[in-house]
Nanobody, 124 residues
Framework: QVQLVESGGGLVQAGGSLRLSCAAS????????MAWFRQAPGKGREFVAA????????NYAEFVKGRFTISKDITQKTMYLQMNSLNPEDTAVYYC?????????????????WGQGTQVTVSS
């Protein structure tokens, strides 16, 4: 069974930083592409970043390049999203996703497993 549990969201001022965590079951962590998506109020869910099962490959949405970093910790079986230089437009619920066939994809339909989400609010 694949389980994904996000944590680390909260309220931060513009320009600040947060680190999101996604604790994953062993199967997901070791064999699946994992990704972060986000959904702002009144908007659709959008891709943020993805990391390969090995952790060797990553890709990012253009709007987060240079500000966010996705990574994996083997010992903790946890994926992270380090978010720096946050702005109010980053306010959203952030979701962890995983799938064996996603191949670093940017589309929701490519991921069959999702966490419950964690709220990130950036104040101006």
């Amino acid at each position: 069974q694949v389980q994904l549990v996000e944590s680390g969201g909260g309220l931060v001022q513009a320009g600040g930083s947060l680190r999101l965590s996604c604790a994953a079951s062993e199967r997901a962590f070791n064999y699946y592409t994992m990704a972060w998506f986000r959904q702002a109020p009144g908007k659709g869910r959008e891709f943020v970043a993805a990391i390969s099962w090995s952790g060797d490959s990553t890709n990012y949405a253009e709007f987060v390049k240079g500000r966010f970093t996705i990574s994996k910790d083997i010992t903790q079986k946890t994926m992270y999203l380090q978010m720096n230089s946050l702005n109010p437009e980053d306010t959203a619920v952030y979701y962890c996703a995983a799938d064996s066939l996603a191949a670093m994809g940017h589309e929701q339909y490519q991921y069959n497993y999702w966490g419950q989400g964690t709220q990130v609010t950036v104040s101006s």
